[in-house]
């Protein structure tokens, strides 16, 4: 195993550990909005410091990008964290959200973690290496049509500028698959769309934290990203698709029609 995704790993079962703790107890948790439901926690802070604890006795000279704290250091080594991904579903008792670790090398994506603490499923990758589920190797299903296919999505829920474009690709595309399922942790829809539990994945206005380790986790069990736009932007625009290459190419193909 890759020594730094070693580290990221026993970062996001520490803080997986750490949000646990808290699932009874959510009641009593200090929680603020950042933005229109937009919502953070303590557990999501506490989570986030035990991650970059981690990571800087480690690493101290890597750079790292989080999601509650920001960005710390400017290093050929980047680390993009999001330490509970699905914040909101954790504080309505919602059981689907995880921690995300993306590790970048001079922009590239090289490790990534997604860790389920609930179910206590570990997604991994390696740039290379393959991606793996519990040390098992995944692949992207073999799905090649929409039609039987299940996808996977992201309602807007803050910024609705996108609102209107989101309703009318909703609209496409439920008559031309077998369904569409909305979890509220991108990073977990990435993972599955890795494992093949979901077959494709769309969605706009993600953040760098919420890809990048479903990110590599997709390349590294054979499918494939692109922008909504059809490009290779998505880490910036955070407008996303994702699936095998068939899948992928025919969502595409619906969204632009």
């Given at each position: 195993m890759h020594p730094m995704?070693?580290?990221?790993i026993r970062a996001a079962h520490a803080a997986g550990d750490n949000i646990v703790r808290y699932v009874d107890r959510i009641e009593g948790l200090e929680i603020d909005s950042k933005s229109r439901n937009d919502f953070v926690s303590e557990v999501d802070k506490q989570a986030e410091a035990i991650i970059i604890d981690h990571i800087r006795k480690a690493y101290p000279d890597h750079g790292i990008l989080a999601e509650e704290s920001g960005?710390?250091?400017?290093?050929?080594y980047q680390w993009i964290i999001d330490p509970l991904d699905g914040t909101t579903n954790f504080l309505h008792g919602f059981p689907q959200f995880a921690v995300s670790i993306g590790l970048l090398h001079k922009g590239v994506f090289d490790q990534a973690i997604v860790y389920d603490p609930l179910r206590q499923?570990?997604?991994?990758?390696?740039k290379g290496g393959g991606a793996n589920l519990n040390n098992r190797r995944i692949r992207v299903s073999?799905?090649?049509?929409?039609e039987g296919a299940l996808i996977g999505t992201g309602f807007p829920y803050g910024?609705?500028?996108n609102l209107d474009n989101y309703l009318e690709s909703f609209r496409k595309l439920c008559p031309v698959t077998a369904g569409i399922r909305r979890s509220g942790s991108a990073a977990l829809d990435l993972a599955y769309v890795a494992c093949g539990r979901l077959?494709?994945?769309?969605?706009?206005?993600?953040k760098k934290w919420d890809i990048a380790?479903?990110?590599?986790?997709?390349?590294?069990?054979?499918?494939i990203l692109s922008d909504i736009d059809k490009s290779d932007n998505y880490m910036?625009?955070?407008?996303?698709?994702?699936?095998?290459?068939?899948?992928?190419?025919q969502l595409l193909d619906v969204l632009h029609s």
């Amino acid at each position: 195993m890759h020594p730094m995704l070693n580290i990221g790993i026993r970062a996001a079962h520490a803080a997986g550990d750490n949000i646990v703790r808290y699932v009874d107890r959510i009641e009593g948790l200090e929680i603020d909005s950042k933005s229109r439901n937009d919502f953070v926690s303590e557990v999501d802070k506490q989570a986030e410091a035990i991650i970059i604890d981690h990571i800087r006795k480690a690493y101290p000279d890597h750079g790292i990008l989080a999601e509650e704290s920001g960005k710390h250091g400017n290093d050929t080594y980047q680390w993009i964290i999001d330490p509970l991904d699905g914040t909101t579903n954790f504080l309505h008792g919602f059981p689907q959200f995880a921690v995300s670790i993306g590790l970048l090398h001079k922009g590239v994506f090289d490790q990534a973690i997604v860790y389920d603490p609930l179910r206590q499923e570990l997604f991994t990758a390696s740039k290379g290496g393959g991606a793996n589920l519990n040390n098992r190797r995944i692949r992207v299903s073999k799905q090649k049509e929409l039609e039987g296919a299940l996808i996977g999505t992201g309602f807007p829920y803050g910024d609705m500028d996108n609102l209107d474009n989101y309703l009318e690709s909703f609209r496409k595309l439920c008559p031309v698959t077998a369904g569409i399922r909305r979890s509220g942790s991108a990073a977990l829809d990435l993972a599955y769309v890795a494992c093949g539990r979901l077959d494709g994945f769309w969605e706009y206005n993600l953040k760098k934290w919420d890809i990048a380790a479903g990110a590599l986790l997709i390349l590294e069990s054979g499918g494939i990203l692109s922008d909504i736009d059809k490009s290779d932007n998505y880490m910036s625009s955070g407008n996303i698709v994702a699936g095998n290459t068939r899948i992928s190419t025919q969502l595409l193909d619906v969204l632009h029609s």
